[in-house]
């Protein structure tokens, strides 16, 4: 559910007409929701009522500051993957207790910065990653929680550029290795394990492959502990799909997902930690576009729009589909014809949408794509010299421009030119 409805034949978000977004800010633009923003978010908090928990959005999805403070002020924790992350969450006012630090491939820098800012774990990923953590933490005189990574080899039946769970994927340390990890982390003076951590992959669409890996999870917790192991938290990772289409079998609730859990781990007693990204803000967020040219080629219409493929990748990289609407709301009965929808992007793969129905459109017009919010601005680039296209955050019947777009000169002048010319 989200709160982009039609209303008196126009689009809105939440009480603001798209429309008038448009007319202040421009096209492109990228929209969100907090009422949708919350609701996902407390979705999954009730979710795990009765356990002990935390919710960390996994930040990387959308990082927007306004979005994080949102969330934050909600009582949300993030999940952190860089020290760009690290610092914005704390920016954004969350406590370094209530962040987690994910990552193949965190740097001593960053640890650092982690370590002497505050920060609620570690998730390591492997021994060498180990080793530098307990330098450097006892270079400043601290103690790094950890939960180690584990890569269960569990298929997540996701795009196979999303999937972190198989034993092929650079995450995490092959469960079958676990028990020894652990026994190296225990002699390590830096380090204090704390629980176990796992993330099999993105846009899962059934409860099974979690069910199998959290159900080797609850095993090795038992035989960690009978190794002597302190393991109170566990980290069970992203991954929950959305909805990218109104027709398709809607994938499990956030109250499912939180009820397998219970099932699977409930008798362990320990804090339980989810990294939901992609369900907390994919829904919550539109990318508004205007129509530039609608073009005739050989036995197909091109609808060139002023969004590109550096503004949204995930149909050049992932194959996605996104839903594209129509700002205004077609008359009933309106016969839709295949576009094929592009961007300005001198490219072939800035290609939105290939022969998608859509109700006649015409030069100047606004359309939406749906569930947008989710690695979208998040992933943007400035390819072919595009400026970043804006943010705005709508709530009731309020919006604001939560990140503006850059002029041309700022940036033409983030170059510098060396003293030879
Ligand atoms: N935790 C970890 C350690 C992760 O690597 C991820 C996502 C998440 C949590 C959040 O997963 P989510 O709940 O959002 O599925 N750019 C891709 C998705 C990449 C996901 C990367 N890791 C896309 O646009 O589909």
């Keep these: 559910m989200d709160h982009f409805l039609y209303r008196d034949g126009a689009l809105y978000a939440e009480d603001v007409p798209v429309a008038e977004i448009a007319a202040a800010v421009g096209t492109p633009f990228y929209v969100y929701s907090t009422a949708?923003?919350?609701r996902h978010y407390r979705l999954f908090d009730e979710a795990l009522d009765g356990v002990p928990h935390l919710v960390c959005y996994a930040m990387k999805a959308a990082g927007n500051l306004a979005i994080l403070k949102t969330l934050a002020e909600a009582g949300?924790?993030?999940?952190?993957?860089?020290?760009?992350?690290?610092l914005r969450a704390r920016a954004a006012g969350v406590p370094?207790?209530?962040?987690?630090?994910?990552?193949?491939?965190?740097t001593a820098e960053e640890m650092r910065t982690a370590l002497t800012g505050g920060i609620r774990q570690f998730n390591v990923e492997s021994e060498p990653e180990m080793e530098l953590l307990?330098?450097?933490?006892?270079?400043?005189?601290?103690?790094a929680p950890i939960t180690i990574r584990v890569n269960p080899d569990v298929d997540a039946k996701t795009h196979a550029k999303i999937a972190t769970g198989k034993s092929e994927n650079k995450f995490g340390i092959p469960i079958s290795r676990a028990r020894a990890v652990?026994?190296?982390?225990?002699?390590?003076?830096?380090?204090?394990?704390?629980?176990?951590?796992?993330?099999?992959?993105?846009?899962?669409?059934?409860?099974?492959?979690?069910?199998?890996?959290?159900?080797?999870?609850?095993?090795?917790?038992?035989?960690?502990?009978?190794?002597?192991?302190?393991?109170?938290r566990l980290d069970l990772g992203g991954g929950l799909g959305i909805p990218y289409t109104r027709s398709n079998v809607a994938p499990p609730l956030p109250t499912?997902?939180?009820?397998?859990?219970?099932?699977?781990?409930?008798?362990?007693?320990?804090?339980?930690?989810?990294?939901?990204?992609?369900?907390?803000?994919?829904?919550?967020?539109?990318?508004v576009s205007s129509v530039i040219f609608v073009k005739s080629g050989e036995g197909r219409d091109f609808l060139i729009l002023d969004a590109a493929m550096n503004d949204l990748i995930r149909p050049a990289m992932y194959d996605a589909h996104h839903d594209?609407?129509?700002?205004?709301?077609?008359?009933p009965g309106t016969e839709q014809r295949p576009y094929d929808v592009v961007g300005p992007v001198c490219e072939t793969g800035d290609t939105f949408a290939r022969g998608r129905d859509l109700?006649?459109?015409k030069s100047g017009d606004l359309v939406a794509f749906r569930s947008a919010g989710a690695y979208g601005a998040a992933m943007a680039s400035e390819y072919n010299a595009r400026p970043l296209v804006p943010e705005v955050l709508v709530k009731g019947d309020q919006f604001a421009v939560i990140r503006r777009r850059p002029t041309f000169d700022e940036m033409i002048n983030r170059d510098s030119l060396p003293s030879w010319l």
């Design 96 to 106: 370094g207790e209530k962040i987690v630090f994910s990552g193949v491939g965190k």
């Design 256 to 287: 499912d997902y939180g009820a397998m859990i219970k099932r699977t781990l409930g008798h362990l007693g320990c804090e339980i930690e989810i990294e939901p990204g992609r369900l907390i803000a994919g829904n919550a967020g539109l990318l």
């Design 359 to 361: 109700p006649p459109v």
């Design 134 to 143: 307990n330098a450097v933490a006892l270079s400043l005189g601290t103690v």
């Design 76 to 86: 949300a924790g993030m999940d952190v993957v860089s020290q760009g992350e690290y």
């Design 36 to 38: 949708t923003l919350l």
């Design 182 to 232: 652990y026994a190296h982390a225990a002699r390590l003076p830096g380090l204090k394990v704390v629980g176990i951590d796992v993330h099999i992959g993105s846009q899962l669409t059934d409860l099974a492959p979690f069910e199998q890996a959290y159900a080797k999870v609850a095993e090795l917790t038992e035989a960690l502990r009978a190794d002597g192991h302190g393991i109170d």
């Design 324 to 331: 594209i609407i129509p700002v205004v709301e077609p008359a």
